[in-house]
């Protein structure tokens, strides 16, 4: 029993301490294992018949500095023996991911290319993912890969040979694809990232008063920058590996800087002294690294800078957790926009000390966070407009009412200077305008127009014997019978004292007499008591005077008046209580009316 176990034991053991080197659906052999490694420098180290077998098996991608080999720099070579064979109808292509600092690709012997270049004049360049074309021969049989690898004295453990990326062998169209492919979503978050701060920009420009909606753009601008670098999309557009990197560097040490300027201002809250005296080192570490003339500078900074903004990005979440417990929700979402970037970067330096292996998610963390932070603007953005809108609604309200109010006063005002006060009739102003009006009207239609001066009989009688209360109130009751037996196209007026005025437009005298006789009669039937109850009689008199034919010109109201004030005083002198008539060119005196 126990020679069939280790039978089926030591081949899985075997197996998985060789490493995996799977093949995936395509056709193409993932590299990513234990390779062969020997430090030194020896060019037959490259030929496929080299016996490596007493070399160090190690980790690719996997720094050699964290695998027990942190002291050895200058030149090392990796090794690994391909047992399979491809289709011959399609070349095969290698693609090798980073390697820091630079390298040359050898298969079976022969030096296929590299990145960077190797000393004597050596020049790094360990960001860049390169794609090898093997020659067609090699389809038909296995095949051996070499890596001859120069590393720089002085550097972290986690920078030396392969740190990321992929490893991997196959039909060259499959890996061209794979490589094209692969950094896709990180190129469309970059442009993302970059949209954002267009639209947060605009939204600065519509609130300039609002400076968290600038500092946002100015961070997205930054991550979409950084983030565009860690692609392998860069080196369409650049070439310069030291520009490339420094500039990355330096958006890594301002990065902090407008990042803890954007929240602070987002949150409404000053910034504290140790706050900006981080910022002010972050600054002077991103203007260390752009004045230093190669990446020495940049990669002794950068263990201090992730040490640093560590340690702020936890000091800043707690802040952000004290403001969230005590009621601010903006720190909540802000809050989990640094936790997750936090999270990552956290990770992304872990991957670069050699720590974990894995794909840098740094891309990732920033999308969390730029998300994040721009919903929080727009919601932001959007109360604030239905804040302006209800603002707006509510001034409109309240200017309507305002405006409201004033026509009211207005109309009142008007009332006052157009109106008695006590009878709420027209005045004398107002009436002799409308007798203007109405007499040059009439005088063009050349139609008939007439008027009725009434006085109350014994109006000072009413005023000794019952007061001057009951007096007023007699003017009231006729004002209103006046108003409510008069035509709509009449007007009453107070003329003064116990003296009204009635317009009657298109009458004749004789249409002019019935309505001063309806008049009359309705004055005599009005029941006003005195303080005691006791009825008091009242009557009144009635000067007509009217304009039947405008043969001899316009008429004057001073005249139509002179002529109806006649009329009255002989309806006075017949006795009171009656109607006194004068039409132009002729008069009617001593019509009675009954008592």
Same mark, same amino acid.
């Given at each position: 029993?126990?020679q069939?176990l280790?039978?089926?034991?030591?081949?899985?053991?075997a197996?998985?301490l060789s490493?995996c080197?799977a093949?995936h659906?395509?056709?193409?052999?993932?590299?990513?294992?234990?390779? %062969?490694? *020997?430090?030194?420098?020896?060019?037959? =180290?490259?030929?496929p018949?080299?016996?490596?077998?007493?070399?160090a098996?190690? $980790?690719v991608?996997?720094?050699w500095?964290?695998?027990?080999?942190?002291?050895?720099?200058?030149?090392?070579?990796?090794?690994?023996? #391909?047992?399979?064979t =491809?289709?011959?109808?399609q070349p095969?292509?290698?693609?090798?991911g980073?390697?820091?600092a630079?390298?040359?690709?050898?298969?079976?012997?022969?030096?296929?290319?590299?990145a960077?270049h190797?000393?004597?004049q050596?020049r790094?360049?360990?960001d860049?993912?390169?794609?090898?074309v093997?020659? *067609?021969?090699?389809?038909?049989?296995p095949?051996?890969l070499?890596?001859?690898v120069?590393?720089?004295a002085?550097?972290?453990?986690g920078?030396a040979?392969?740190?990321?990326g992929?490893?991997?062998?196959?039909?060259?169209? &499959?890996?061209?694809?794979?490589?094209? /492919?692969?950094?896709?979503?990180?190129?469309v978050?970059?442009?993302?990232?970059l949209?954002?701060?267009?639209?947060?920009?605009?939204?600065?420009?519509?609130?300039?008063?609002s400076?968290?909606?600038? =500092?946002?753009?100015?961070?997205?601008?930054v991550v979409?920058?950084?983030?565009f670098?860690?692609?392998?999309?860069?080196?369409?557009l650049?070439?310069?590996?030291? &520009?490339?990197?420094?500039t990355e560097h330096?958006l890594l *040490?301002?990065?902090p800087?407008l990042?803890f300027q954007?929240?602070?201002?987002?949150l409404?809250?000053p910034?504290?002294?140790?706050?900006?005296?981080?910022?002010?080192?972050?600054?002077?570490?991103?203007?260390?690294?752009a004045l230093s003339p190669g990446?020495?500078?940049?990669l002794?900074?950068?263990?201090?800078?992730?040490?640093v903004?560590?340690?702020?990005a936890? %000091?800043?979440?707690?802040?952000?957790?004290?403001?969230a417990?005590h009621g601010?929700?903006d720190?909540v979402?802000?809050?989990v926009?640094?936790?997750a970037?936090?999270?990552?970067?956290?990770r992304?330096?872990? #991957?670069?000390?050699?720590a974990?292996v894995?794909p840098t998610c740094?891309?990732?963390?920033?999308? /969390?966070?730029?998300v994040?932070?721009?919903?929080?603007?727009? #919601?932001?953005?959007?109360?604030a407009?239905?804040?302006?809108?209800?603002?707006?609604?509510?001034?409109?309200?309240?200017?309507?009412?305002?405006?409201?109010?004033?026509?009211?006063?207005?109309?009142?005002m008007?009332?006052l200077?157009?109106?008695?006060?006590?009878?709420n009739?027209?005045? $004398?102003?107002?009436?002799?305008?409308r007798? !203007?009006?109405?007499?040059?009207?009439?005088?063009?239609r050349q139609?008939?127009?007439?008027? &009725?001066?009434?006085?109350?009989?014994?109006?000072?009688?009413?005023?000794d014997?019952?007061?001057?209360?009951?007096?007023?109130?007699?003017?009231?009751?006729?004002?209103?019978?006046?108003?409510?037996?008069?035509?709509?196209?009449?007007?009453?007026?107070?003329?003064g004292?116990?003296?009204?005025?009635?317009?009657l437009?298109?009458?004749?005298?004789p249409?002019a007499?019935? /309505?001063c006789e309806?008049l009359?009669?309705?004055?005599?039937?009005?029941g006003?008591?005195?303080?005691?109850?006791?009825p008091i009689?009242v009557?009144?008199?009635l000067?007509?005077?009217s304009v039947e !034919?405008?043969?001899?010109?316009p008429?004057?109201?001073?005249?139509?008046? $002179?002529?109806?004030?006649?009329?009255l005083?002989?309806a006075?002198?017949d006795?009171?209580?009656?109607?006194s008539a *004068?039409?132009r060119g002729r008069?009617?005196?001593?019509?009675?009316?009954?008592?």
């Amino acid at each position: 029993m126990a020679q069939p176990l280790r039978t089926l034991i030591i081949p899985i053991a075997a197996l998985l301490l060789s490493g995996c080197h799977a093949t995936h659906a395509d056709g193409v052999h993932s590299l990513a294992g234990l390779w %062969a490694f *020997h430090p030194g420098d020896d060019p037959r =180290w490259a030929a496929p018949g080299f016996d490596d077998s007493s070399w160090a098996r190690l $980790r690719v991608p996997l720094s050699w500095g964290v695998q027990g080999y942190q002291n050895v720099s200058g030149i090392a070579w990796y090794r690994i023996r #391909i047992n399979r064979t =491809w289709p011959s109808d399609q070349p095969l292509g290698v693609r090798i991911g980073k390697i820091d600092a630079a390298y040359e690709l050898y298969v079976d012997g022969v030096k296929l290319g590299g990145a960077g270049h190797l000393p004597p004049q050596p020049r790094e360049d360990y960001d860049r993912h390169v794609t090898c074309v093997l020659p *067609h021969t090699f389809t038909f049989r296995p095949i051996t890969l070499a890596l001859r690898v120069w590393r720089p004295a002085a550097r972290h453990p986690g920078e030396a040979g392969p740190t990321s990326g992929p490893f991997e062998i196959g039909p060259l169209p &499959a890996v061209i694809e794979r490589a094209n /492919v692969s950094e896709v979503d990180r190129l469309v978050l970059s442009s993302i990232f970059l949209v954002a701060a267009l639209y947060m920009f605009g939204l600065w420009l519509l609130r300039p008063k609002s400076p968290e909606y600038a =500092w946002f753009a100015a961070v997205a601008v930054v991550v979409g920058g950084y983030s565009f670098l860690l692609t392998q999309w860069k080196y369409a557009l650049f070439s310069d590996f030291l &520009a490339m990197k420094k500039t990355e560097h330096i958006l890594l *040490h301002i990065t902090p800087i407008l990042l803890f300027q954007f929240v602070w201002a987002f949150l409404g809250r000053p910034r504290p002294r140790w706050l900006r005296l981080l910022q002010m080192v972050f600054g002077a570490g991103a203007l260390a690294v752009a004045l230093s003339p190669g990446l020495e500078v940049a990669l002794f900074l950068l263990p201090i800078l992730e040490i640093v903004a560590a340690g702020a990005a936890f %000091a800043c979440l707690g802040c952000l957790g004290y403001w969230a417990y005590h009621g601010d929700r903006d720190a909540v979402s802000v809050g989990v926009g640094i936790l997750a970037l936090t999270i990552a970067m956290t990770r992304d330096t872990l #991957i670069d000390r050699g720590a974990i292996v894995g794909p840098t998610c740094a891309t990732y963390g920033f999308t /969390v966070m730029v998300v994040g932070l721009a919903l929080s603007l727009a #919601i932001r953005f959007h109360n604030a407009v239905e804040g302006l809108d209800a603002m707006s609604r509510e001034l409109e309200g309240r200017v309507r009412k305002r405006t409201a109010e004033l026509a009211e006063a207005y109309r009142r005002m008007e009332d006052l200077a157009l109106r008695d006060p006590l009878t709420n009739l027209l005045n $004398r102003r107002s009436i002799v305008e409308r007798a !203007s009006a109405g007499l040059a009207l009439a005088c063009r239609r050349q139609s008939p127009y007439g008027v &009725a001066l009434i006085d109350v009989d014994r109006f000072k009688a009413i005023n000794d014997t019952y007061g001057h209360a009951a007096g007023d109130r007699v003017l009231v009751a006729i004002a209103q019978t006046l108003a409510s037996e008069t035509r709509i196209s009449d007007d009453a007026a107070r003329w003064g004292g116990e003296e009204f005025l009635v317009l009657l437009p298109d009458s004749d005298g004789p249409a002019a007499w019935l /309505v001063c006789e309806r008049l009359r009669a309705a004055i005599a039937e009005i029941g006003v008591c005195d303080d005691d109850g006791e009825p008091i009689r009242v009557t009144a008199s009635l000067g007509v005077a009217s304009v039947e !034919s405008w043969v001899d010109g316009p008429a004057l109201f001073d005249d139509l008046m $002179r002529r109806a004030d006649y009329a009255l005083y002989a309806a006075k002198q017949d006795g009171r209580n009656r109607i006194s008539a *004068h039409v132009r060119g002729r008069e009617t005196t001593g019509a009675r009316a009954l008592d």
